[in-house]
Structures are given as structure tokens and as C-alpha cells.
């Protein structure tokens, strides 16, 4: 069987989606699935353009299919035909949804879209950040995308892959049929909850960090992530006497610079350490397993954030705000986390001193974030109702 995922941005980059599209292929490997990835033509990486390379092999079964993209405000792209038995869309947003099932539509193969939480948000009628939806014109532009996006996922979509039971009500309330809707929830390797970091001492000395005594962040730095609260959170804990590291990692994807003159402007650039895009996952889970917390503001985010259950596998406590904590609400409050209000930033500071200064407290929360990860988010345990979902419908349409 061969399958088609479609997705609107791959390595080079990283990210949420890439990670979850990266997990997902390894899985359909180990069955015997061959996968291409069609992914758009330019990534955009650090705020360098790379061109992909044309039907450039990624394995002996996965092949990277570049699509040109016509005009990226808009999503609107010149979409390959797959020769796939099935197409899987990856729902980055309303649209990239709408113009990927209009090029496919016609296509008598079944189509499986995941929807990544994005789509959902956009459908709750949330803006991925409170300044983009001021103008009449985007207002009416989204709505008609969530309009169209909505009738096009009705008629071609076979079946609706949800992460979770909020947003499996959301395409419900939108009068998407609950059979077509199934929800499995998001994961990582098994691999991480058994990860020993190597060498650990040696690589928090060298970026001059102390364990328990720093906070991290992964994700790409756009201005939807609101790291400039946390930043603004140091400098408050700084005018307290408290000095910590912040440790971002990430692809910058156009609110690095506003970070850095922010954190300059409040005299504590030197408690910031940005380290760029890291491929290397045993880097990243090393400096999140010594960390006091991993902290997460967003304005808007999909449910169970990859980056939060990464952390989680690490035995590591959330800070989140309750905007990024509302659909599918990964984080319960002084349970595996704690919850902040969006653009407190008082009470987010508070939040990053009390596992500062409470081991007790942050033992305990890092503990029930493990276990949280563990029963709910590993690889083994949901990513395989995939292949049987492929091969349900494969079936079906074949026979």
C-alpha cells in the first residue's frame, strides 16, 4: 500500500507537524507502507529560503515530492497528482485545507485529513493572535475560507483524524457526520520516556547553565508563541532578585529580533540563550530533562502540543497559558503543570518562581506529567490505529 501525506512544511524545518508527520511515516515503515511527502517547493528556515530538491529520496520508502507554491498568503499552490492508494492531508489551516482539497478533489482515492488542532482553533473563531484579525477585509477572508474549508471537508473527506474530544465537537458543531470523525491522540517515540542523557554536566557548563536554575522553550519563535511574556516575566523575577537562564530553541520565524531588543530594553540579554534550530533530539531532551519548567505562552495552539509532551516524557512541569491550554487541555493545574492567564505577567512569573524555589512541587508535577505522557502519548500505543484506518478504507474503495 502507498500513501500520500501532505503537508505544508518538512525538513529542513521542525516543528509540531513536521515531528508528528516524521513519527507517523517511521511507524508506516515498520508495516511496510510506502510514503510520499508532498510538501511545498521553499521552506522558509531562520529567515533564509531553501529550495527542496526535486524527487529527492528520503528512504527506499519515502519520497519527498516539492509542489510550487503560487502565493504563500494564500496557500495556493500547484498540487501534484499523488500515486498514492491514500491521501493524507495534514491541516496546517483553513487555507492550506481549502486549496489541497480543491486540487484533489477529484480524485477517486480515500482521503484522510489530520487536522493538528490549527483548523479547529479557526473554526472556534480564534485569531492565532489577537492583531491579525483587526481589519474587516481578514475577518471576512477567514470566514469564508472556514466556510468553504468545511463544505469541501464534507463532501471529500472520508475520515477526520482529531486529537482530541474538543476538537472532535468543534467539527461536530460545524455538522461534520460523528462517524467521520475519529480521535487519536497525539504522540511521541516510546524512546524518550527511556532516554539517560550522556554527558549532561559537561553540556549545561558549556552553555553556562545550572541545573533546576533555567527555564526552556521549544518551538518556532513567531510572534503566536508570546515569548515575549516569559522574557518579560525574567525581567520581573529579575527586579526580584531572582536571576535564571531562558534557554529558546527553534527556528526563527520573524519575532526573534523583537525577543532580543525586548530582553535588551530590560537589561538581561545575557539570561538569554537562543540556540537556533536543533536537530539533534538527545540535545533537546538533555536541556529539558535539567530545566526548572518548560513554558509555553501561546495565544493559540493545537491540542497536546508535541513540544509539551516531549517535555513531559523528561519528567519535566508545564507553564501554560490558558489560551494555549484550551483545546484539549493537556495541562492540568498544580496536577502536571500550571496554568497562567495570557498576558499576566505577573502571575507568569510567580508560576516560574514557585518550581524555582519549591523542589517538592516541581518533583511532583514533572512526575505526573511523566506518567501523563506515558499512558495517553506514546507512539506504540496510538500511532498504529493509523495503518488500520488505511487499510479499512484501502479496502473498502478496492473492493
Known amino acids: 500500500m502507498n500513501v500520500a ?60 515530492v516539492p509542489e510550487i507554491v503560487l502565493i504563500p498568503s494564500l496557500h495556493l499552490r500547484l498540487a501534484k497528482t499523488p500515486e498514492a492508494d491514500i491521501v493524507n492531508i495534514h491541516g496546517h489551516a483553513e487555507a492550506y485545507t481549502l486549496t489541497i482539497l480543491m486540487r484533489l478533489s477529484k480524485l477517486r482515492k480515500p482521503i484522510v485529513m489530520t487536522t493538528h488542532g490549527t483548523l479547529i482553533s479557526s473554526l472556534y473563531g480564534l ?44 467539527l461536530l458543531m460545524n455538522n461534520i457526520p460523528s462517524y467521520r470523525v475519529i480521535i487519536i491522540k497525539n504522540f511521541i517515540p516510546d524512546k524518550y520516556f527511556e532516554f539517560k542523557p550522556q554527558e549532561s554536566e559537561s553540556i549545561l557548563e558549556q552553555l553556562g547553565l545550572t541545573p533546576f536554575k533555567y527555564i526552556i522553550t521549544v518551538a518556532r519563535i513567531d510572534h503566536n508563541k508570546s515569548i515575549d511574556q516569559v522574557i518579560k516575566a525574567i525581567a520581573n523575577l529579575h527586579n526580584q532578585g531572582i536571576n535564571i537562564k531562558y534557554v529558546i530553541i527553534g527556528p526563527d520565524e520573524g519575532a526573534l529580533d523583537q525577543c532580543l531588543a525586548l530582553a535588551r530594553k530590560y537589561n538581561i540579554e545575557k539570561s538569554i540563550v537562543y540556540l537556533g534550530s536543533i536537530i539533534d533530539r538527545r540535545l533537546i531532551l538533555t536541556l529539558e530533562r535539567y530545566a526548572a519548567t518548560f513554558v509555553l505562552p501561546s495565544y493559540i495552539e ?27 487541555k493537556p495541562v492540568k493545574h498544580m496536577f502536571n503543570g500550571l496554568v497562567f492567564s495570557y498576558g499576566n505577567i505577573q ?26 505522557a506515558y499512558d495517553y502519548h506514546r507512539l506504540s500505543k496510538v500511532a498504529s490505529k493509523y495503518v488500520m484506518i488505511f487499510k479499512t478504507l484501502y479496502e473498502i474503495y478496492h473492493s
Open 347 to 372: 502571575s507568569l512569573a510567580q508560576a516560574i518562581r514557585y518550581l524555582l524555589e519549591d523542589e517538592t512541587l516541581r518533583k511532583k508535577l514533572g512526575k505526573n506529567a511523566f506518567n501523563y
Open 127 to 170: 485569531s492565532r493572535r489577537n492583531r491579525m484579525l483587526h481589519d474587516i477585509k481578514t475577518k471576512l477572508k477567514y470566514k469564508i475560507c472556514n466556510s468553504i474549508s468545511i463544505k469541501l471537508i464534507d463532501k471529500y473527506v472520508d475520515l477526520i483524524i482529531t486529537p482530541s474530544e474538543s476538537e472532535k465537537k468543534t
Open 5 to 64: 501525506i501532505y503537508v505544508p512544511r518538512f525538513l529542513p524545518a521542525v516543528g509540531g507537524i513536521v515531528n508528528y508527520v516524521v513519527n507517523l511515516v517511521t511507524e508506516l515503515i515498520k508495516y511496510g507502507i510506502r510514503v510520499e511527502i508532498h510538501v511545498d517547493n521553499v521552506i522558509s528556515i531562520n529567515g533564509r529560503k531553501i529550495a527542496m530538491p526535486r524527487g529527492k529520496m528520503l528512504s527506499d520508502k519515502v519520497t519527498l
Open 302 to 328: 493545537g491540542a497536546q502540543p508535541l513540544s509539551i509532551l516531549e517535555a513531559m516524557s523528561q519528567a519535566t512541569p508545564i507553564i501554560i497559558s490558558n489560551t494555549a491550554n484550551f483545546i484539549g
